[in-house]
C-alpha cells in the first residue's frame, strides 16, 4: 500500500496487476503483466520518484510459466 491509500494486487489469474483505492474498495487502474503475478508487489523510490515491482512467475493454478520482474512508475 502507499502512503496516498493504493492497494496493488496481481494475485488473479488474468494475468493483471490492479490498484485499488483504500478507503472505497474502487478499483482505480490496471494493467496487463506477462504472466501471472501470484507475488507480492513491492514499492521502493530513487532520487524521489516511487516506484512499483513484482515477479510475474506465474506457473500456479494452470497458468503459463513467466520469468520476469516488471516495474511501473507511480505519478505524483
Do not use: H, N
Request: hydrophobic content about 40%; aromatic content about 10%.
Amino acid at each position: 500500500m502507499t502512503a496516498g491509500g493504493l492497494i496493488f494486487i496481481a494475485a488473479s489469474r488474468d494475468e493483471q496487476i490492479r490498484a485499488f483505492d483504500k478507503k472505497t474498495g474502487r478499483e482505480l487502474w490496471k494493467a496487463p503483466l506477462p504472466a501471472a503475478g501470484f507475488a507480492t508487489p513491492s514499492t521502493y523510490s530513487v532520487e524521489g520518484r516511487q516506484y512499483l515491482v513484482i515477479a510475474c512467475g506465474g506457473g500456479k493454478i494452470g497458468r503459463k510459466s513467466g520469468d520476469s520482474y516488471v516495474a511501473f512508475a507511480l505519478s505524483k
